[in-house]
């Protein structure tokens, strides 16, 4: 199953080490990662996403509380969260599909943030699933180079 | 100086921990790191901003090409890349303020993505200094919570 959670941390040396230890010394695979410092000075906030079993995420949650540097750990549950994602696309263009391109990116409210003779960047964001499908039909033009924050939450309430 | 990184990794155990540890064992602070698929499977790209001098971070990017699952690494210099991140901020709102935010938040071209009684949270994205911008007009009405995803980025040509 697919588990999105937020841990956070103090700003410490060595902090996303030991957490990304934790769930690859278990043979659970991270899908996506990312830290940043949030509103308050000296702590960070990391918003993991994996895949596998119930009962071994539940002792990986128990294992991040006993960290020293972990302040909360968030297990976020279906339909009380706000979750979105950002990424950078760049796509093959000629002057046959620019204008269909630009069509599509107008439709999902993404943006073209950067143009070449062959190529177009746009900028997408949402959740997995417009993502998804806006990178599904940009496959068929070509996409050249990706790159995607993976997800961040937040709690609702 | 402030250096942004781009690591293709292999997907595969522990290439996170051990590029963090990279980092880490240097005592060299990583402020936001992102790391989750590329559009080729089994590869993951990486972006990573830290704080530090230039000779350390040069020593720091020869290793990473020294590791085995490590496919290219990139140290971006300014000008030649369009970087963005992604922010969901939960601000305090009240009958009051509520129009003052919305406002603030369509200049911005930021979006509301949820709405509760005493609060609401926005989804900002932009780069560093417009996201900065935007954070500082919310904490004087109060920050409540707030998740980022780090900077990502793409190479113009």
Known sequence: MRHTISVLVENKFGVLTRVAGLFSGRGY???TLNVAPTQEPNTSRMTIVTLGDDATLDQIVK???KLV???HVLNFQEGEYVDRELVLVKVAVDSKTRAEIMQITDIFRAKIVDVQPAT???EITGNESKIEKFLDLMK???VLDLTRTGKIALPRK
């Open 29 to 31: 695979n991270i899908d």
């Open 63 to 65: 294992q991040l509380n």
């Open 69 to 71: 540097d972990v302040i």
């Open 120 to 122: 177009l960047t746009i």
């Open 140 to 142: 068929t033009f070509g």
